[in-house]
């Protein structure tokens, strides 16, 4: 009576097995893939295990988090002739295939999971379809395809008497995943301290508790530190530096070329005098990192460098950005060289000024290469602007229709940013213009003169004549 109930388990499991190789046998799986660099030829793999007869064999491209399957590939066996070397409805053998879908050159966008779905005919009836799938993940990478280094905040001005920070940005575009960012200085990497949280504006100095290391040994010689200390000593007996006014000599420079409008006055010395508060020590530095993630996949990311800055040691400094991707061979990299504005060409328009033309004054470059880009302040020496302003901001001076009180006038051009300030002079000179008779504009340019007076009696003696 006890064998009965084991009896029975036997005969079920035998049932079991009879009906699973009825139904016949089939597993699937994908080969796993490393990421892919976007650009590349990419081929996925669909290996299935089988003792069945082949049905069809789906692929699917699932978007929109799964629920959206679209199909890339479709093979149906009542439809095709190439699995005619398959083992026949009774035969019984586990073969093993394999079904491949080549992406010729992969996207950014083709980054997702993809499915392959297989189906065989039951063993038990030709009516039903035993199926199995497999999937897979296709990371696609994509390098950086641009990166810029530029200055926050600017144009900005020279602080000669007070600290300023000052904040580069590294710009890197078009990369996925985020390519890591960090910068150098002269070469050498900089240790920042990371920031979770943008400086305040309104704050002072950073500072960090971390020990500095001298940079006096960095393009400061001598006579930079023997120049600096007699502008110090000049502010200390009460004397001003010489950029506080403009020179008013009116020698002009021999290897400088004479425009027929202009005359062009010497270069004043740069303002870059370094009072108290500087400190000829390495600065602390903070390094802020930001993610915008792009429409197409990638990832914009923003690398933000701030720092005390010291005109004395920064000037002339290279600062360089550089990323790391896993799609780059060698690290990309953009460089800086802080430098203060130095020798202002000014070019003025047109190159003989007569009486009511409308001239411009252009600063159209430097001695030297700038960064960051400076601020240009345009005043005229002695006397107000044509238009009865102290003082204009911007890289052209237009005065429009000059009267001939401007003849001789000099304008001052004081350009500037965070490293240091330069400025230069230029004379006006305006010519008589034989369509305007002398004598017959005014102050702005306009007619006025005896033909005017005589104008006016004409009318007068009608209006006089008429009444009586």
């Avoid at 036997?10 to 009825?22: E, G, N």
């Avoid at 297989?118 to 990166?147: C, H, Q, W």
């Avoid at 002269?186 to 920042?192: K, L, N, Q, R």
């Amino acid at each position: 009576m006890r064998a009965a109930p084991s009896l029975r388990g036997c005969v079920c499991l035998l049932l079991a097995a009879i009906l699973d190789r009825a139904r016949g046998y089939l597993t699937v799986n994908i080969e796993p893939l490393p990421p892919v660099v976007a650009g590349d030829a990419v081929t996925l793999k669909c290996n299935f295990k089988t003792d069945g007869r082949m049905r069809e064999i789906v692929w699917y491209r699932v978007t929109d988090g799964g629920t959206i399957k679209q199909k890339i590939f479709t093979f149906d066996a009542m439809f095709s002739t190439n699995f005619s070397h398959m083992e026949s409805y009774r035969r019984r053998e586990d073969l093993v295939y394999q079904s491949t879908v080549r992406l010729p050159e992969v996207r950014v966008s083709d980054n997702g999971p993809y499915e392959c779905h297989v189906g065989i005919y039951d063993r038990a009836t030709r009516e039903k379809v035993v199926l199995a799938s497999g999937n897979i993940f296709l990371n696609v990478m994509a390098p950086p395809t641009s990166i810029e280094v530029v200055a926050a905040d600017t144009p900005a001005p020279f602080s000669r008497y007070q600290a300023q920070n000052f904040t580069l940005v590294c710009i890197v575009s078009g990369g996925k995943p985020a390519p890591m960012v960090y910068f150098k200085r002269d070469g050498e990497p900089i240790d920042a301290v990371p920031l979770s949280e943008p400086p305040a504006a309104s704050s002072g100095p950073l500072q960090d508790s971390r020990p500095f290391r001298s940079l006096l040994h960095r393009d400061l010689d001598e006579t930079k530190m023997q120049r600096s200390v007699s502008l110090l000593d000049a502010e200390t007996r009460g004397g001003r530096p010489s950029t506080e006014r403009p020179s008013r000599s009116l020698t002009p420079d021999p290897s400088s070329v004479i425009q027929p409008t202009t005359e062009s006055i010497p270069e004043t010395v740069v303002s870059r005098e370094f009072p108290r508060w500087v400190h000829s020590s390495e600065p602390v530095y903070f390094l802020r990192h930001s993610h915008s993630p792009g429409s197409d996949g990638t990832v914009e990311v923003r690398a933000l460098l701030t720092w005390t800055l010291n005109p004395q040691i920064d000037n002339e400094a290279l600062f360089s950005c550089e990323v790391k991707h896993p799609a780059l061979s060698m690290p990309m990299q953009a460089e800086v060289t802080l430098v203060a504005p130095k020798g202002p060409k000014i070019m003025m328009t047109p190159s003989r000024a007569r009486v009511g033309d409308t001239v411009r004054i252009l600063v159209h470059g430097f001695q030297n290469e700038v960064f960051p880009e400076p601020m240009f302040t345009w005043t005229r020496v002695g006397s107000r602007l044509l238009d009865g302003s102290a003082e204009f901001d911007g890289k052209e001076l237009v005065l429009e229709r000059v009267p001939a009180e401007l003849n001789g006038s000099m304008y001052r051009c004081m350009a500037q940013n965070p490293l240091g300030s330069t400025d230069t002079h230029t004379r006006l000179i305006v010519f008589e213009n034989p369509n305007i008779p002398r004598g017959t504009e005014d102050s702005d340019g306009s007619a006025s003169g005896p033909a005017g007076v005589r104008l006016t009696l004409v009318l007068a003696l009608t209006v006089v004549l008429e009444l009586t």
